[in-house]
């Protein structure tokens, strides 16, 4: 199995990178071609994704490199508008190598599908009227999708919750708990949850109002954990030890207040989001789950947790939900979705949100490191300054030429771009 560790991929050209990750994940000519076309997807084909298409957006799809996960080398395809963040990840992968790697680990694939209840003249017997007909219940939520029965899938249990005092009055919320293998499983839950609703109301008298899965996935959580020797962490100015201390010292800040909390999760979803972007995966559905998460207690904190063990290494951990399939979907619809899930190399629904929670963890590394040393802006700017430069009209070698010297003057902006461009063509 070839290495993630690349050294100077960065400096490649275009073709090289191409070439090489090719080779790697043995793509076909016509996936190279995917790869290759602006969009990745015909108008034909987005006309058939969603309705009122127009035309198509591109957005830039970048390889994270150094992963290693479980004791696998990983190539983390990204889409993503925004820089640094696939540069800090590769960078976050390659501190986490020196210990050994991401380790990761995942809970089955279980989605909860809530049924609302309503009009109901007594909440603890329907609660009972139910819980005496469990087995009836998950019977037929069963025979809904006999595919996903077969492979091992479908409804696992049945949670019942009386909302004695809601904006709406008393109600009923049941909880289908369904695993849905390897698809995200929102079309078979809410399948699920609609073909219960005439027996519900049969049972408890009640009214069915709505019937649909949550996208708090608390059952379906994804870890990921790494560990990084303190002298790995060294660099100018910044020991090992002083720059452990300033990373932990960056995630309590995050664990006790909520305005930098939510920064600080931006940061690890910034890697997620990106892989789920890339895979076809639905990621607004990915950060409600997350950010419900992280305010489980009842007050929003971080989703990540970082300390120094007892041999003075950094050690971090991420707990998250993470609801992807490799199946269905535009996971399936979607060319580019294709290709990437090949670039991976996962096999399972799990193994993605694995690799996913490992990127998230890798993201948050970059940021708070950058943070608790030279500040963020330092190696943000030098790859921002480059979009500066290219929306002021430069183009070929200006635009690396514009941006070094606005990068080396410390003035990234918009107004010195078109100077500096008007003094570069007219010298």
């Not at 000519?29 to 969603?50: F, H, N, Y």
Request: hydrophobic letters at 45%.
């Amino acid at each position: 199995m070839p290495s993630s560790r690349v050294s100077g991929f960065y400096n490649w050209t275009l073709q090289e990178r191409l070439e090489w990750v090719a080779r790697w994940a043995d793509l076909l000519d016509e996936e190279v071609a995917v790869l290759k076309s602006a969009p990745g997807l015909t108008l034909d084909q987005a006309d058939r994704m969603i309705e009122n298409v127009v035309g198509l957006h591109g957005l830039p799809l970048g390889i994270a490199l150094n992963f290693q996960v479980n004791g696998r080398d990983v190539l983390v395809p990204m889409v993503i508008e925004e820089p640094s963040v696939v540069a800090g990840a590769s960078f976050a992968a390659k501190l986490a190598r020196s210990g050994g790697g991401f380790r990761a680990e995942s809970t089955p694939p279980e989605m909860i599908g809530q049924i609302q209840v309503l009009d109901l003249l007594d909440l603890e017997a329907a609660r009972a009227a139910v819980e005496a007909a469990r087995e009836r219940i998950l019977a037929h939520a069963d025979n809904v999708d006999p595919v996903i029965r077969r492979l091992g899938g479908g409804a696992q249990d049945l949670e019942v919750r009386a909302l004695p005092d809601t904006p709406a009055g008393p109600m009923l919320v049941l909880h289908l708990i369904y695993d849905c293998r390897d698809a995200m499983g929102a079309n078979a839950v809410n399948t699920a949850c609609e073909a219960l609703a005439p027996l519900i109301e049969e049972i408890t008298g009640g009214r069915v109002g709505l019937r649909i899965l949550s996208n708090l996935a608390d059952r379906r959580l994804a870890r990921a954990e790494c560990t990084v020797p303190a002298d790995a962490l060294a660099f100018g100015d910044f020991p090992g030890e002083r720059v452990v201390r300033g990373i932990v010292e960056a995630w309590g800040f995050a664990a006790a207040d909520p305005y930098r909390a939510a920064t600080h999760n931006k940061g690890i979803l910034n890697g997620v989001d990106a892989v789920a972007i890339a895979t076809g995966q639905d990621w607004r559905a990915i950060e409600a789950g997350a950010h419900a998460y992280a305010a489980r207690s009842g007050r929003y904190t971080s989703l990540s947790t970082w300390e120094q063990d007892g041999d003075g290494n950094l050690v971090g951990r991420l707990e998250m939900p993470l609801a992807v399939g490799t199946v269905g979907g535009a996971t399936r619809s979607h060319p580019t979705a294709q290709v990437a899930l090949k670039v991976l190399g996962v096999r399972t629904a799990r193994e993605l949100a694995e690799v996913m929670a490992a990127v998230g963890l890798a993201q948050n590394l970059a940021a708070i490191r950058a943070l608790a040393t030279e500040g963020i802006q330092r190696g943000h700017m030098t790859l921002h300054a480059r979009q500066v430069a290219i929306a002021a009209g430069a183009q070929g070698d200006e635009i690396e030429a514009v941006a070094r010297r606005m990068v080396a003057e410390g003035v990234v902006r918009p107004d010195r771009a078109e100077e500096i461009l008007h003094e570069t063509r007219n010298t």
